[in-house]
């Protein structure tokens, strides 16, 4: 009798046990739907940069003065470009010189505004360093201005075709940061004043510049 009544208290608790997960069923409520999380790991090529330096012109062509040399001053220039591969760069860059004297035989300074469409090859990344070289081409728009001399000149301006030439290197500060510095040889054409004119040709540059790059998205 005893081994009965406990034989039909199992087949109750197992009778229970499987009704268990159906009762749950009707009675709790059904789980909420699950949320994919979407995968944000794509880079971005994108980056900006920004870089002042120091443009050191060699002599210039001067039609009523024959040119001398000429004292060095700054630019600063501001750009956005896309690293298309791990090795390959593009950029657009706009910039600006500070006026500068042109030395004996006219009385007049010069300024110009550069545009720039670079192409960059990144050589190595070596523990964080990463030289480089590349070229540009763009336009410049050279501005002759306060004319006094040769007597009957006047201010004057010309858009003429540039293009550089340029190698360095830059340093990541973070895996998005950039720190870069280089050399650029620019050609930025020539210059024409008003009134009686005289023409400014082979304005030529070597400059020096530190920049810093920043990539919103890393490779």
């Keep these: 009798m005893i081994l009965r009544s406990y034989l039909k208290y199992a087949v109750g608790l197992v009778a229970l046990l499987a009704a268990g997960p159906a009762w749950a069923a009707d009675v709790l409520p059904p789980p909420a739907p699950s949320v994919e999380v ?3 790991a794509t880079a971005s090529c994108l980056y900006s ?23 060095p001053t700054g630019f600063v220039e501001v750009g956005i470009g896309c690293q ?8 657009a860059v706009l910039g600006g010189r500070i ?3 042109l030395g004996s035989g006219v009385d007049a300074d010069m300024q110009s505004s550069t545009a720039f469409l670079n192409f960059t090859y990144d050589i190595t990344n070596y523990e964080g360093w990463t ?3 590349g070229g540009g081409l ?3 728009y050279n501005r002759l201005t306060d004319v006094s001399l040769p007597a009957g000149a006047s201010d004057g301006e010309e858009l ?3 293009w550089n030439v340029h190698m360095g290197v830059s340093y990541d500060m973070t895996p998005q940061t950039k ?10 054409g020539k210059s024409r004043s008003g009134g009686t004119p005289f023409t400014v040709d082979d304005i030529v540059a070597h400059e020096f510049k530190v920049g810093m790059r920043y990539h919103f998205g890393s490779w």
Excluded: Q, W
């Design 131 to 133: 030289p480089y070289i």
């Design 38 to 40: 979407a995968d944000d």
């Design 49 to 71: 940069r920004i870089d002042v330096g120091v443009a050191i012109h060699e002599r210039p062509s001067i039609s009523v003065g024959g040119g001398s040399n000429v004292d």
């Design 84 to 91: 298309l591969l791990e090795t390959f760069r593009v950029e």
């Design 179 to 188: 720190i870069d510095m280089g050399y650029r040889l620019t050609d930025l």
């Design 138 to 140: 763009g336009a410049s």
């Design 160 to 162: 003429s075709f540039a």
């Design 99 to 101: 006026p500068y004297d």
